[in-house]
């Protein structure tokens, strides 16, 4: 019935005048869709657009990272500060963020601090300050002994640089790490780069000797507190005639100079009384016999070509003469023992 209906009305209204009533309907509908989405479409083309000029520069070579520059390095390969730091020639310039690759190269425990800063040309410069270095050990694992006492694992990344420290034998309690970083503290990096290996040596008078094998293959020993003296260590070997004794830093003055090594001493380098009884310094150990050296570290030698031994006093201890140079070089030790010559005082620091 009702169809019916519907269709005697259509026919009375006409089917064209409908269809414009319904188009211009659908056109008013459209349009305020339109209208209401109008923003949102706009912010789409925005971004759109933004996504395809990001997209066409990033195939541009202009955009990505020129070069890096790593500078303060010594230890850790340029290419791994660039691996630490998420740099490479393939990322975009813009998108390296100095503050980001700073905090990523700083969390390696050799790398005490790291700024970065971008530089015209598309080019990442990243500068280092690295810890001091004093050597390698190995202990359940390898390590890096730092200046600070601190250790760090040694990381594959930076293997090589096992052949520029020394290796480290014991020394692994913290409070001998500590000491050790200390004695180090004033020693030359170029100096520790010529040092093959560190351990301890116990002399009968000194438990806490440090001995060096130096890549010369000459060695130097010393305690902790006269340690800074293998600083001079070449300058005493570049004038050794004989290079089987060692160079020991003593604890008296700025005197560094060769003795036989502890371990080749026989019973001729101890001090004798007249029955040929061992003598004992104040400490109750074996009184060593020491012998003067020149100002080229080789042995002073007397009139007859015999070295010139340190005396000792009563209680067995060394009396060094300070000036022994100077009294060397004026003929006062040709005899073996100081003879002060007509005129001169004997120094209140000399034993005769």
């Known amino acids: 019935m009702s169809e019916n209906l519907g269709d005697k009305d259509l026919e009375s209204l006409g089917y064209e005048h409908v269809q414009r009533i319904l188009n211009h309907q659908r056109i008013k509908q459209d349009t305020q869709r339109f209208r209401k989405d109008q923003p949102r479409l706009l912010r789409a083309a925005i971004v759109c657009a933004f996504v395809i000029i990001l997209a066409v520069y990033a195939l541009l070579p202009a955009s990505k990272i020129a070069a890096i520059q790593v500078t303060g390095n010594s230890v850790l390969p340029a290419s791994y500060i660039e691996e630490l730091g998420g740099l490479s020639t393939k990322k975009l310039f813009y998108t390296s963020f100095p503050s980001l690759i700073s905090y990523k190269v700083r969390q390696n425990p050799i790398v005490s601090d790291c700024k970065v800063s971008l ?4 080019v990442v410069k990243v500068a280092v300050t690295e810890k001091k270095v004093l050597g390698y050990r190995y202990t359940d694992s390898a390590q890096v002994v ?10 594959s990344q930076y293997l090589d640089l ?15 790490t500590q000491k050790l970083a200390r004695a180090m503290q004033d020693v030359k990096p170029e100096i520790i780069s010529q040092m093959a290996e560190i351990d301890k040596y116990s002399l009968s008078y000194d ?16 305690s902790y507190d006269s340690f800074y003296k293998v600083n001079y260590y070449f300058d005493v070997y570049a004038n050794m005639s004989d290079r089987s004794l060692c160079v020991v830093g003593t604890d008296w003055g700025n005197i560094v100079n060769t ?27 074996k009184a060593i016999k020491h012998y003067y050296t020149d100002e080229n570290g080789n042995d002073a030698l007397d009139a ?16 060094v003469d300070g000036d022994f140079l100077a009294h060397y070089a004026a003929g006062e030790y040709s005899t073996g023992t100081y003879v002060p010559s007509e005129g001169s005082q004997q120094d209140t620091d000399t034993a005769g």
């Open 119 to 122: 530089l015209s040309g598309n």
């Open 146 to 155: 730092l200046a600070d006492g601190s250790t760090a694992p040694l990381m």
């Open 162 to 176: 096992i052949a520029n420290v020394p290796l480290i034998i014991g020394f692994d309690a913290d409070e001998d």
């Open 207 to 222: 438990a806490s000797t440090v001995r060096v094998l130096m890549r010369t293959g000459g060695y130097f020993y010393a």
């Open 259 to 285: 003795q036989v090594c502890p371990w080749n001493q026989t019973s001729d380098d101890y001090w004798t009384d007249s029955n040929g009884n061992v003598i004992t310094n104040s400490s109750g150990d």
């Open 304 to 319: 007859n070509g015999n070295k010139i031994p340190i005396p000792i006093d009563e209680n067995g201890d060394e009396v």
